[in-house]
Every structure is written in structure tokens, then in C-alpha cells.
């Protein structure tokens, strides 16, 4: 494939992965359609399909489209204790002007709990990683004297991750009366101030 060729087609596959991303964020795995994709990126369903072998690979392709973009936007692996905590409500503050990846993450997700969905190992290797992130930060934190050394990391981390699911769903049936980004960050200022040495 030429070079041309080749930004022609990751230009394709980028416009597939945001469409997809789109119908699958408005009516979960099951209810979204590969013919209604196909057709807002001009396709034929035969063609999207040439992109993407099956509706699974590309839901896995959209779910992993999204993570890469949050890495890019936030690279928990580098900060350490505060700052990564102050990250962690800044990713909430960008999710609050994205509406509809949070409704993807949080569609997906409640339909991954079954074993046989197809975004559960994604959902499960998700999470690992995350928790795994957040508390390797909150130890280096410990490390550098900005937290209590005797800090239990992993349930610190369980629990950001569960105020920040739970918050998502109250805030995605409430969007007028769950004002996200604020509650968050003072749940993180009173984290901080308990780790506190």
C-alpha cells in the first residue's frame, strides 16, 4: 500500500472507530446496528466489514480507540500521589463535556458483566490496569513522603474508581442535580488531606 494510501485508509478506520463509537454509546452492543454505521461513514455493510471482521472486533476496536485516547489525554503511569489524584479529577472534568463516551463506558460496561458478552475481557483487563495504576501512583506517593507510608494503595484506588463509576451513572440519569466535576473534586481534596503524613 502506498503512503497515501495508507493515511487514506487510517483516516477511514478512524472515521469507522468514531461513528462506531457513536451508535454503540446511543444503543449498547445489542441494539446497535453494523448496516446504520455503514451507512453514516458511506459504506457498505459488506465494506465495513473488510475494516472490521465482526460486530465484536469492532466494538473491541472502539473500546480500545477510546482507552488510547484517554492515555494520550492522561498518563496516570508518570504521576505520583497528588498529581495523579488531581488527574484523576481532571479526567472527570473532561468526561462531563463528553457525555457520550461516558454513555458508551457506562452502557458497555453494565452489558460486560455477562461472561459471554463480548467487551467482559476488555472490561475486566480494564479495570486490573486501572486499579493497578492508581495505586502504584498512590504508593509512589507514600515514597516520596506526600502520603502516609502505612496507606493501603489498592483500596484507595477500589474506591476513586467506584466514586468515579458511581458518580458517572447518578450524573448520566441527573445530568441537572449531579453536579460531577465538583463532588469529585472535593472527594479527591478529602482523600488527599486523609493521606496526608
Excluded: C
Excluded at 485508509?9 to 453494523?34: D, M, V, W
Excluded at 471482521?53 to 497528588?82: C, H, N, P, Q, W
Amino acid at each position: 500500500m502506498t503512503r497515501r494510501g495508507y493515511a487514506t485508509g487510517e483516516a477511514r478506520r478512524e472515521r469507522i472507530l468514531a461513528t462506531a463509537l457513536l451508535e454503540f454509546a446511543e444503543n449498547g452492543y445489542r441494539g446497535a446496528s453494523l448496516a446504520r454505521i455503514a451507512e453514516r461513514v458511506e459504506l457498505s455493510q459488506a465494506g465495513l466489514l473488510h475494516h472490521f471482521k465482526s460486530k465484536e472486533r469492532l466494538l473491541i476496536a472502539v473500546l480500545d480507540y477510546r482507552d488510547e485516547a484517554d492515555m494520550r489525554r492522561f498518563d496516570f503511569g508518570k504521576l505520583t500521589g497528588i498529581a495523579a489524584l488531581n488527574a484523576l479529577a481532571d479526567v472527570v472534568d473532561y468526561n462531563s463535556r463528553v457525555p457520550g463516551l461516558v454513555q458508551l463506558f457506562s452502557v458497555i460496561s453494565g452489558e460486560a458483566v455477562t461472561a459471554d458478552h463480548p467487551g467482559h475481557d476488555w472490561a475486566r483487563t480494564r479495570y486490573r490496569r486501572l486499579r493497578a495504576s492508581l495505586a502504584s501512583a498512590l504508593r509512589r506517593g507514600a515514597e516520596t513522603g506526600e502520603f502516609r507510608a502505612d496507606l493501603d494503595a489498592e483500596a484507595h484506588a477500589d474506591r476513586l474508581i467506584a466514586m468515579m463509576d458511581g458518580l458517572q451513572t447518578q450524573w448520566l440519569i441527573d445530568p441537572d442535580n449531579v453536579d460531577m466535576p465538583r463532588i469529585f473534586r472535593t472527594y479527591v481534596t478529602d482523600v488527599i488531606a486523609t493521606l496526608r503524613p
